[in-house]
């Protein structure tokens, strides 16, 4: 059965083909003490619809980005290793993790495999690979259900109708947390969600544009 995502539960977004959550999920001994839905999603669809570049398509940036991963991961002590190739095909784990009950357990493996040991899930002898890591004997036939495609585009659907634009991202009081680098900021929001509707918070929150949209000009 399909389930749509209910904004009033706490969910964590994540897509495999990011590093930050893997190196978020690492850190999962230190999140708010909520019951969050982990539910993976497409973040090539997310960049599609609000229209944001792919960022291995802008050099600098994916330089900066893989030599920020590896700084946060020393800085942190959390074990890192790029796959082969980057970016890869992210849709076979995706469907593998909905396939699989999608809990943060059998989530924390599949980023393992790929960000600690430096797998590559999108060949085929990679995934099958990761099935055994995970233990799942019938991997490729899971995935290959339509229930479980369409599960991972309703919850990337679902994610875009809520205002998800990137990975990860915390949902909690129904507002949005982006980047590993968000999680003082959930946890004080955690402690503290009055925060977010203090007079400063509300009034940057409502800024107008100082810039005219070319297209609409």
């Not at 634009?165 to 507002?175: A, C, D, R, S, Y």
Request: charge should be negative; charged fraction near 20%.
């Amino acid at each position: 059965m399909i389930s749509g995502i209910d904004a009033n539960q706490p969910t964590w977004f994540y897509d495999f083909v990011s590093p930050f959550s893997y190196l978020l999920l690492e850190q999962y001994d230190k999140w708010p003490g909520i019951d969050f839905e982990p539910r993976p999603v497409l973040l090539s669809d997310l960049y599609r619809h609000w229209g944001q570049p792919l960022g291995y398509r802008i050099g600098a940036k994916r330089v900066f980005t893989y030599r920020h991963a590896l700084f946060r991961a020393e800085q942190l002590g959390i074990p890192f290793k790029m796959p082969p190739a980057h970016p890869f095909d992210p849709v076979k784990p995706l469907l593998l993790a909905i396939a699989g009950g999608a809990d943060i357990t059998f989530v924390r493996e599949i980023f393992r495999f790929i960000w600690r040991d430096g797998r590559d899930p999108s060949t085929d002898e990679g995934f099958e690979q990761l099935c055994a890591h995970v233990g799942i004997a019938n991997g490729e036939a899971l995935i290959e259900q339509e229930a479980v495609r369409a599960q991972l585009r309703r919850n990337t659907n679902d994610a875009i109708a809520l205002g998800v634009f990137g990975v990860p991202t915390f949902l909690m009081n129904k507002q949005l947390f982006w980047g590993e680098d968000a999680l003082p900021m959930v946890l004080y929001c955690a402690r503290s969600p009055s925060w977010l509707q203090s007079h400063e918070v509300e009034r940057i929150s409502a800024l107008p544009t100082g810039l005219v949209d070319a297209d609409a000009a």
